[in-house]
């Protein structure tokens, strides 16, 4: 996706993110449990920030939070290393950030199909993205997918329908994974199941 389409689906996100659910899911799987800096909700921030100004690597991600003030103010946080930000990202479960997502994807397709016409299929445009997260090869050999890269792949099917946009899947595979967007299409755009299912 290309930066603008990218802020947009963002802000789309933002303005129907369930905060107060992330909070509760937080509190439920003990995320912060131990934690005395990098919280959960400053990690999705500093994630968010990541993917709209497109911030390549984790060292690049800690170098633009210790090089800007203001952001340091916006998050209460000093500065981060690159380490710490790993650690965190290892930490993490994926379970966690799959139920945030179907949260959010769930609160989308209500407020969307509330506000539709009678027929809730009339003009759905599915928008497929497949986008490659490196990783360093060294600690990810399990991801490799060049001789000297290693990395996973997003894939993800956006609705756009009477002026809404909503994420309705994700799949998470490793980067070799080239046909997995024909599969995603076919199996997951077209087949209406509820979300979270």
């Not at 800096?37 to 400053?42: A, G, P, R």
């Not at 506000?115 to 445009?125: E, F, G, H, K």
């Not at 490659?132 to 000297?148: F, G, M, P, Q, V």
């Amino acid at each position: 996706m290309d930066k603008d389409t990218t802020k947009s689906t963002f802000i789309e996100v933002l303005n129907q993110f369930p905060y107060e659910k992330f909070c509760s899911l937080i509190k439920d799987t003990s995320a912060d449990r131990y934690i005395k800096k990098l919280f959960t909700i400053k990690l999705l921030y500093i994630m968010f920030i990541a993917q709209v100004v497109q911030i390549e690597s984790i060292r690049a991600l800690a170098d633009r939070v210790k090089n800007d003030i203001d952001l340091q103010d916006n998050l209460k946080l000093n500065s981060i290393s690159a380490s710490q930000l790993s650690r965190r990202f290892k930490e993490m479960s994926s379970d966690f950030w799959g139920a945030v997502f179907t949260q959010v994807a769930k609160i989308a397709m209500q407020k969307t199909t509330n506000s539709l016409s009678a027929t809730p299929n009339a003009d759905r445009v599915h928008i497929i993205d497949a986008s490659t997260i490196t990783l360093c090869l060294n600690s990810y050999r399990w991801a490799d997918y060049r001789k000297t890269k290693a990395g996973v792949k997003i894939h993800q099917c956006l609705v756009y329908q009477d002026g809404h946009a909503y994420p309705d899947r994700a799949l998470l595979t490793t980067g070799r994974q080239a046909g997995t967007v024909l599969a995603l299409s076919g199996i997951i755009c077209h087949q209406r199941r509820p979300v979270g299912s």
